[in-house]
């Protein structure tokens, strides 16, 4: 057995009240033949992917989260409808495995997400940077 070194994910096509769902579990390891091995729940072991299932595939999966970082000063500014521009600090960076990192800002509610899923996100600001709230005058 092969531990899985880079993220790949087994995808799963399911009938559920008369719809079709998809899901997906992480590949955790290859066995010596070179099959995908997922967990099985219910045994409590590994199982090859294509074990049981509908399984449709694998496709590469997402890089894991493994450190999150305070936010250092920094922040996320979003354009109003109004052309004005509302700067919110950023409570953590997310550092993936890959290394990428991922600015995080928090809603009204406090659900953090990554600021750059926010359909009105205009940049990042630096610490001690200016940070306009109107929109300059480009006419000038």
């Known amino acids: 057995m092969i531990p899985a070194q880079h993220p790949y994910e087994a995808r799963y096509k399911q009938e559920e009240n008369g719809r079709t769902v998809y899901r997906s579990k992480p590949v955790i390891a290859w066995d010596d033949e070179g099959?995908?091995?997922v967990v099985d729940e219910r045994s409590g072991r590994l199982v090859p992917a294509n074990n049981g299932r509908a399984f449709t595939g694998l496709s590469e999966g997402g890089h894991p989260v493994v450190a999150a970082i305070p936010g250092g000063g920094w922040s996320a500014r979003y354009?109003?409808?109004?052309?004005t521009f509302t700067v919110d600090p950023l409570v953590a960076w997310t550092v993936r495995s890959d290394g990428i990192l991922t600015p995080v800002d928090t809603d009204t509610t406090g659900l953090c997400d990554a600021v750059t899923a926010t359909g009105n996100f205009d940049g990042l600001v630096a610490p001690g940077a200016e940070t306009p709230t109107a929109q300059q005058d480009s006419s000038a």
């Not at 354009?79 to 052309?83: E, R």
């Open 79 to 83: 354009k109003n409808s109004d052309g």
């Open 35 to 37: 099959q995908a091995l």
